[in-house]
């Protein structure tokens, strides 16, 4: 009697070696260079927390001090960001549609923040914004400290996340076609109505895009906010000083701890954001 055996797979599978050879030679640089730029500080920096037993992490994550630096970075970041989202998009709105005397001159203004280097921002809106500065001295009378209090970071990242949300407004409103406003405005709507109901719903996703990559710098800003803040605990002290500091300190494990945090909550504040961006696009 004779047994016949299953049939012999002469095609093995294919090892991750061989998988990896054929992906595109574009994939590979792009997936090189993520590795490297990106997902090996990452987890470099989680392995470095992870030496850091539970309770230790807790303790250091949750201290009185951190608290009040998570509050003051995040807090102030979000309001900005906010605020920036508001005003960002006024100010897209007049260099689109209106021309004025400078125009160029004041669009071109908007990337200030963005080459002008952070330490040297610091010192001029902490110049700016002190008791004998132009701003500070004027608001100074009625009892309002800006420099060296918590609102001056506030400024500081006001000033550093402007551009994000006018230059990501910007194209979507120059190539937004003015027949639709005009067709709004013959059947009857009010500019506040055609704004809210035919202006808003596509420039939502835009303006979403815009506070949240403004909420991102202004959590990592330092050299602005280390200049114009008094750095206290507990007052205006925010997440990237404490990082630093505990690094001047030599503790490693403690700055890394408070770097996990950061990265943590900033992941889940911009994934909520790009949620709700999401949606916006779907039903706006």
Known sequence: MTTTSPPVNTSPQKSVFQRLS??????????????????????AMFFKAATVSPPEFWRIATSPIALATYDVTFTTALIAALINGVFGTLLAWVLVRYDFPLKRIV????????????SVAGLTLATIYSQNGWVGSFVAPFGIKIAFTRLGVGVAMLFISLPFVVRTVQPVLTEMEKDIEEAAWCLGASQLQTFLRVVLPPLFPSILTGVALGFS????????????????????????????????????????????????????????????????????
């Open 107 to 118: 669009d071109a203004s908007i990337d200030l923040p963005f080459a002008l280097p952070t």
């Open 217 to 284: 710098r202004a959590v990592g800003e330092y050299g602005s906010t280390v200049i114009i803040a008094s750095n206290t605990p507990f007052k205006d002290l925010i997440a990237p000083v404490l990082i630093f500091q505990r690094l001047e300190q030599y503790d490693y494990a403690g700055a890394t701890v408070i770097g996990v945090v950061l990265l943590m909550i900033s992941l889940v504040m911009l994934l909520a954001i790009n949620l709700l961006q999401a949606w916006g696009k779907r039903y706006g």
């Open 22 to 43: 054929q992906v595109p030679w574009t994939w590979r640089i792009t997936l090189g260079y993520l590795s490297v730029m990106l997902l090996l500080p990452i987890a």
